[in-house]
T-cell receptor, first 116, second 114 residues
Framework: GNSVTQMEGPVTLSEEAFLTINCTYTATGYPSLFWYVQYPGEGLQLLLKATKADDKGSNKGFEATYRKETTSFHLEKGSVQVSDSAVYFCALRGAVSGGGADGLTFGKGTHLIIQP | DTAVSQTPKYLVTQMGNDKSIKCEQNLGHDTMYWYKQDSKKFLKIMFSYNNKELIINETVPNRFSPKSPDKAHLNLHINSLELGDSAVYFC?????????????FGEGSWLTVV
């Protein structure tokens, strides 16, 4: 079955530091890959996505590249801010037999804490 | 306008009670979901409906029963609530068919069973 593995944290960084959150996956076929973010007390928001190998998703200074050869989708940001403190979820969505798409399979989430 | 809205946002109830969480989406999507987030923030799909038909039904106690009166609504009814049901429940929707289509989430319903 499908699975997603990501570093669980918490990850604590200083403001303006470089961020990498690792994410690797196991899936059959060619899934689409997503990063969602959950701010304290809020719901899940899509941060970025990539739907095929070598695609790069980007949003709000965050980037992630779909690497099929290493089955990875690492999240990066060059200079983090206090407002980036949140829980980040890597997820994949595959196709199902007979057509259509599956629901999302999530990693366990990475709690990111940015200190001033 | 909130794209995926669910009510109530907070719910505190006693063990043994029956409760419902309602969800509505105004995005015109044909697929809706319920996810459960436990105390460790782990998210797991519970159900998926496509055009009012049940598509995904993960290993969930049969005390949980989803109901989809139309494509825009997917409600979750929980019977005989137990302490372990305390969690955040997220409703979500997407346009089915392609794995690259984004799944949009509601703001969550925080359920506490005492």
């Amino acid at each position: 079955g499908n699975s997603v593995t990501q570093m669980e944290g918490p990850v604590t960084l200083s403001e303006e530091a470089f961020l990498t959150i690792n994410c690797t996956y196991t899936a059959t076929g060619y899934p689409s890959l997503f990063w969602y973010v959950q701010y304290p007390g809020e719901g899940l928001q899509l941060l970025l996505k990539a739907t095929k190998a070598d695609d790069k998703g980007s949003n709000k200074g965050f980037e992630a590249t779909y690497r099929k050869e290493t089955t990875s989708f690492h999240l990066e940001k060059g200079s983090v801010q206090v407002s980036d403190s949140a829980v980040y979820f890597c997820a994949l969505r595959g196709a199902v037999s007979g057509g259509g798409a599956d629901g999302l399979t999530f990693g366990k989430g990475t709690h990111l804490i940015i200190q001033p | 306008d909130t794209a995926v809205s669910q009510t109530p946002k907070y719910l505190v109830t006693q063990m043994g009670n029956d409760k419902s969480i309602k969800c509505e989406q105004n995005l015109g999507h044909d697929t809706m979901y319920w996810y459960k987030q436990d105390s460790k923030k782990f998210l797991k799909i519970m159900f998926s409906y496509n055009n009012k038909e049940l598509i995904i039904n993960e290993t969930v106690p049969n005390r949980f029963s989803p109901k989809s009166p139309d494509k825009a609504h997917l409600n979750l009814h929980i019977n005989s609530l137990e302490l372990g049901d305390s969690a955040v429940y997220f409703c979500a929707s997407s346009q089915g068919g392609l794995s690259g289509n984004t799944i949009y989430f509601g703001e969550g319903s925080w359920l506490t069973v005492v």
